[in-house]
């Protein structure tokens, strides 16, 4: 009989982030992703009646990594970090490369390395569950700026994370879908499938509903960052026949200004 599949319970905190805590319904043992606000997250597990065994964090920035002491204090957790990471994560007790699993009980994550929001980042991907928590290297329609790292970087990371499976759910760390749709829609307005879809995000925006998860699959279809071979959007930018990463880097930057 196969295992349980991972139990993931989504919440809001912050400005416009999302939590998410992970938890192996076979054995209890319970992980948080990044940790946001350690209020929150300490509020939701007690909800649940969850202890919490680990943070696993995908990057350095306070919004993802600055509970992490306060949950250690609170729950004796061990955080889980980048190696390359080391000396920027607070509280990092386990490092872990590009490749590396690590174990949430019964449910297994396989580190990858996606640099260019930081040159460290990383994502955790839950293959047997289908689940991928990708922090701020892929939004819902767009992708992370390039605080840290370059183009070909990010251009490299979404590329591997478009090669996981198209019914894969995609966890962001942000609610920024409505505004990554408003932007796509003037680089490829001739795509249906994106005007369709931000439709739906703008229903589920007045609604107060999240638009996160996502998957790959819809991220092929509507996210302008991945699909740079899209002659619509090499139209829109002015590079019929250039090379893929010069179409996402003029996307990235064009997004930087809009």
Known sequence: MAAPALEVHQFPCLTDNYGYLVHDPATGCTASIDSPDADAILR?????????????????????????????????????????????????????????????????????ATPGHTRAHICWWFAGSGAAFVGDTLFAMGCGRLFEGSAPQMWQSLRRLMALPDDTLVYCAHEYTLKNGQFAVTVEPGNTALAARLAD????????????????????????????????????????GAPDLDVFAETRRRKDRF
């Open 44 to 112: 939701e597990l007690k909800a649940r009646g969850w202890q919490l065994d680990y943070v696993l964090n995908t990057h350095h920035h306070a919004d993802h990594a600055g509970g992490n002491r306060a949950l250690k204090a609170a729950t004796g957790c061990r955080v889980v970090a980048a190696r390359a990471d080391a000396d920027r994560i607070a509280g990092a007790d386990i490092l872990v490369d590009d490749g590396d699993t690590f174990s949430i009980g019964s449910q297994q994550a396989t580190v990858i």
């Open 201 to 240: 995000v703008q229903a589920a925006r007045a609604a107060g509903r999240p638009t996160v998860p996502t998957t790959i699959g819809l991220e092929r279809a509507t996210n302008p960052f991945v699909r740079a071979d899209s002659e619509g959007i090499r139209v829109a930018l002015g590079l019929a």
